[in-house]
């Protein structure tokens, strides 16, 4: 004790305290933010599966991302990306990417769902990341309405109320998500792909991201109760709508009732 | 003498029961007399007519669909838990007018369709205001002595623009609701009295637990009938004035070609009020309109992307995303002794909508004193024959079409794969420069028709029958038009500028020389009608032609 108290006017005591302080928020702030990835382990990837990603990821990606997804000028490192990013990428033929662009664009994928799930493997290998998830969040028998208020809450600014997707800046844009697999929309959640933000599992829990997969998936199962929806894109396509075929069927009408005289 | 004259036998005497019932009414009311009156009122026939009558049957068919509404809505604001049958919603917190309009579109029979019905109806009421009053101003329908009716006209399209918001905010789901927000910015950004005003209108901060009833009282009480009055003015004038006609043979301002009223347009217009109706009701039963249960209920925090409101407003929210927060290093906000002034908001809320509605109420008075006019005009121009009107109609027109697009910038990006950035710039540029194109191609449209028309007067259509001549030139055959057509082509007025004039004083004052260039610029550019001499000349010229002697028929 009183050699630590001698030694705390040394000149590097100052240095070590920065360092202790530095390692221990550190410390906490990797607890912390281990908790938020859903149990990021490769147990479900074998080392085959990860060897033969390796493969396909020198031949298809690696291009852009870099030999060993280090990430080069075209595109950033895949290391702590995680299986979830991957699955969700690259089995919505997002990935690899169609054109340079403000954003990827959805397309057929590119790859079978054994090769989705080697490149999985192999940048899951390369650091813990968020996983796919698993079945249980999947089920689509949450709390719709639950689902709903977060929805509308966290999603509907960019996606539409209605889920019938929106713009943003600069070309980029919310897709809409009808269509879209649940296990795609939790993987969007979990990774935040192209301009969307993440919303960890502290942020919307995993029992909420079922909510909000039951509500997406009720709503476009209960269809337009009020006949077709015009794209379910509000007052706009209304507007055009009465415009163009309300008033126009009554122009014709007025033709045809004083097409006989004058 | 008075059992006498009691006794005194009626000058006709009905043979059959409703005879005797008709006669009995009709001597009360004077029916036959109101009928005779109404029932011989001429009008002409065109479809561009009927617009004014689109508006009317979709006013009718809104009280219809209305009333019912509101056996089931209940506008109060109070919280309640949704226990309807539509499941994504179940047991959310909301306030009882969304319930209510949930419970109509799920749970009350037939009323989904009925909402429906309504908000179609509503939408093609002001669509059919829009087009009546642009067909009026482009036929030039306004003038003497129709000025007074332009607008009341006017103020009906004010009236059923308010009636939509009020009715557009009333299920208090959250489109309705971001809506609603977006006026009370604008109201706050009024000077001085934007605050307080709104604290009036929502009855404290916004959003309050009182517009929503207030806003139904004025939905289905004041606006209504302030729709109604204006209506009996509207068709009182029409009458009083008769109708407009085209220009056509036999026309003049003295008279009005067409049918009666009655029988054959009574039961025209009858027919075709259940053509609107029935086309409202198939829109309605095919066609999704203001899905409320996709929004679900309005909550201050979120906002949904796509967030639009009526088409008819579409135009102030359209100014309002152009505006630009800041140019450069100019802002648009100012503190004035403690008081914010926020003019990104206040001047593309009001000022497109302000100048608009004034240039369209003064019009009539504008056209008058330039052109001093002072005669009564019932046939109508046609649109190319007014060049500089037709122009000024279409550049102001697509002055709003801009701010209208402006306000689907969102959609235009995402379905056209655009950059949204981009939209808004190139309708910023258009919002400046797009009048002044739409200006200068409309007028030169409009004279390059006249100029056609007056060459077909003149020289006849063409056949498309070749004909050599026998030195070898080959020329094409016009075959002269009959003389109802040709009176089409030529039977206008063309005015000419009005130089200015001294007034009582003999002096020419500065307003007057004003005046003076402004009817110049009108009018400057013109293509006269064809004269008789000409006609006369040009039909002589055609025989000669066809004859194949002169050497002058070959200028063709």
């Not at chain 1, 990797?30 to 990021?40: G, H, I, P, R």
Request: glycine share 10%.
């Amino acid at each position: 004790m009183k050699a630590l108290s001698q030694k705390r006017r040394h000149p590097l005591a100052a240095i070590a305290l920065l360092l202790m302080g530095l390692l221990l928020t550190g410390g906490l702030y990797a607890v912390a933010t281990t908790v938020n990835q859903a149990k990021a382990s490769t147990a479900e990837f074998s080392a085959s599966d990860a060897e033969q990603g390796g493969k396909l990821f020198a031949a298809n990606c690696a291009t852009c991302h870099g030999m060993g997804a280090s990430g080069s000028q075209a595109g950033p490192s895949l290391v702590g990306v995680g299986a979830a990013a991957v699955d969700f990428q690259v089995g919505t033929g997002r990935m690899p990417m169609q054109m340079n662009g403000p954003q990827a664009y959805k397309k057929p994928g590119q790859f079978n769902e054994q090769q989705t799930h080697q490149l999985a493997a192999y940048v899951a290998s390369l650091g813990p990341g968020p996983s796919i998830p698993e079945a249980g969040v999947l089920d689509e028998k949450g709390d719709a309405a639950k689902g709903g208020e977060l929805f509308r809450t966290n999603c509907a600014m960019c996606h539409n109320a209605a889920a019938a997707g929106g713009a943003l800046t600069r070309g980029k844009f919310a897709p809409a998500l009808a269509d879209v697999s649940g296990k795609h929309i939790y993987e969007a959640m979990v990774t935040g792909p192209q301009n969307m933000p993440v919303f960890n599992d502290a942020n919307i829990s995993p029992e909420g991201k079922r909510d909000v997969i039951t509500f997406l998936k009720q709503i476009e199962a209960n269809g337009s109760p009020g006949g077709a929806d015009l794209g379910a894109l509000g007052p706009v396509s209304e507007g055009l709508f009465v415009w163009i075929a309300g008033l126009g069927v009554i122009i014709a009408f007025t033709i045809w009732l004083t097409s006989r005289s004058s | 003498m008075s059992a006498a004259s009691r006794a005194e036998a009626p000058a006709y005497v009905a043979t059959t029961k409703t005879g005797r019932f008709t006669d009995f009414v009709d001597e009360r009311v004077g029916g036959s007399g109101i009928l005779r009156e109404f029932g011989r009122k001429v009008f002409p026939d065109h479809w561009s007519f009927m617009f004014g009558e689109v508006a009317l049957y979709s006013f009718v068919i809104l009280l219809l669909s209305g009333t019912f509404l509101t056996f089931f809505f209940d506008p109060s604001m109070a919280e309640t838990h949704y226990a309807g049958s539509y499941t994504p919603l179940k047991n959310v917190e909301m306030s009882v007018a969304y319930s209510s309009s949930l419970d109509i579109s799920f749970d009350v029979r037939g009323g989904l369709f009925m909402r429906q019905v309504h908000h179609w109806a509503a939408l093609l009421f002001v669509a059919s205001v829009a087009v009546h009053m642009l067909r009026v101003f482009f036929t030039g329908a306004f003038r003497k002595p129709r000025e007074m009716n332009w607008v009341v006209g006017g103020v009906l399209l004010i009236l059923a623009m308010a009636a939509g918001f009020t009715g557009y905010s009333l299920p208090d789901d959250l489109l309705s609701g971001n809506g609603l927000r977006i006026i009370d910015g604008v109201i706050k950004s009024i000077p001085v009295i934007g605050t307080y005003t709104s604290f009036f209108l929502f009855g404290g901060e916004f959003p309050g637990t009182a517009i929503i009833s207030r806003l139904y009282t004025l939905h289905i009480l004041l606006v209504p009938a302030l729709i109604l009055l204006m209506i009996v003015l509207h068709l009182f004038m029409v009458v009083v004035h008769k109708h407009t006609q085209y220009p056509g043979p036999g026309r003049n301002d003295h008279n009005v070609v067409g049918y009666p009223l009655g029988p054959v347009y009574a039961a025209k217009a009858g027919g075709f009020f259940f053509i609107v109706f029935g086309v409202i009701a198939l829109m309605a039963g095919f066609f999704t309109i203001n899905p409320i249960w996709n929004y679900g209920p309005y909550d201050p925090s979120p906002v949904s992307a796509g967030t639009q409101p009526d088409w008819y407003i579409g135009f102030v929210d359209g100014a309002l995303r152009l505006m630009p927060g800041v140019i450069g290093n100019f802002h648009f906000e100012y503190i004035i002794f403690g008081h914010v002034l926020t003019l990104n908001v206040l001047l593309p809320a009001l000022v497109p909508a302000g100048i608009i509605f004034t240039v369209l109420f003064t019009y009539p008075w504008i056209e008058r004193w330039i052109t001093k006019d002072n005669r009564e005009h019932h046939v109508l121009d046609r649109p190319r024959n007014a060049p500089t009107r037709t122009a000024i109609g279409v550049a102001g027109f697509t002055w709003y079409c801009v701010m209208w697009a402006a306000a689907g910038s969102d959609l235009i990006a995402t379905h056209f794969h655009v950059a949204l950035n981009d939209v808004t710039y190139w309708l910023r540029a258009l919002f400046f420069v797009g009048p002044f194109i739409a200006f200068a191609v409309t007028k030169r449209v409009a004279l390059a028709l006249q100029r056609k028309d007056r060459e077909i007067a003149l020289h006849g259509r063409e056949t498309g029958r070749i004909v050599r001549l026998p030195h070898g030139e080959f020329i094409e055959v016009h075959a002269p038009l009959d003389e109802y057509k040709r009176f089409k082509l030529v039977g206008f007025e063309s005015l000419a500028p009005l130089p200015a004039q001294p007034n009582e004083h003999g002096v020419v004052d500065r307003k007057e020389k004003r005046r003076a260039k402004l009817s110049q610029w009108f009018f400057e550019d013109r293509v006269v009608p064809a004269t008789p001499a000409e006609l006369e000349a040009g039909h002589g010229h055609h025989e000669a032609v066809e004859a194949g002697e002169s050497q002058k028929t070959l200028s063709h």
